[in-house]
């Protein structure tokens, strides 16, 4: 399947980033190195290598437009891939910085699942496969390394968070995309993806 073979690459190449330094692990355990982009250009640059070398044709922040009420709205995937000249997938990367509420938070701009919702359900056409990709620790992560847009570090949410924030996240990823996929009856098949210390992992399809 594609994207087994897309996550066990992932890996490979991600392992031989790792040993050259060019990518840290503290990218996947830290907000230290969100500034001016880095983990997110890097890690781009990492997916869209390996893709190219799949042999798919790559655009990288395509606009694509859809309807929102009276307004035109343009979602703007990190990476979208080409089959034959047609739509094979979509690839959003979220960083240590970005994999938070904004993922399901249907206000947000950004929201992953926002765009979802109201992309699929348009005109245009629709990728088989959606790809989203976090980046959530499982452990223990360190306060003065870990950051929130959403509450600061006293109050009680930050201190589970940093606990384990795939296991303060994730089961939101999961059933509030299971909630749009059945509420929309969208086609499209979804895989929720994340790195983990210096691990990529699927964690969940639909």
């Excluded at 348009?122 to 980046?135: A, G, L």
């Amino acid at each position: 399947m594609f994207v087994n073979q897309l996550i066990s690459k992932l890996n490979k190449e991600l392992k031989r980033k790792l040993l050259s330094g060019f990518i840290k692990e503290e990218y996947f355990t830290t907000w230290d190195y969100n500034y001016q982009s880095e983990v997110h250009s890097r890690v781009q640059a990492l997916i869209i290598g390996v893709c190219n070398k799949m042999g798919f044709d790559i655009e990288t922040e395509r606009g694509f437009n859809y309807k929102e009420g009276r307004d035109t709205v343009r979602f703007k995937p990190d990476i979208t891939l080409y089959k034959n000249n047609k739509v094979f997938g979509f690839i959003e990367y979220e960083s240590t910085n970005s994999s938070d509420d904004r993922f399901y938070d249907l206000s947000a701009p950004t929201s992953d699942l926002r765009c979802l919702k109201m992309y699929v359900p348009s005109d245009h056409e629709v990728p088989p496969y959606w790809i989203i990709i976090s980046t959530l620790p499982k452990r223990l992560v360190k306060k003065e390394n870990w950051f929130s847009y959403c509450f600061s570090k006293s109050d009680a949410k930050f201190k589970k968070l940093i606990k384990s924030p795939f296991k303060y996240y994730f089961p939101r990823y999961i059933s509030k995309t299971k909630k749009i996929i059945k509420d929309k009856r969208i086609k499209t098949k979804v895989f929720l993806l994340n790195i983990d210390s210096n691990k990529v992992k699927l964690e969940f399809k639909i």
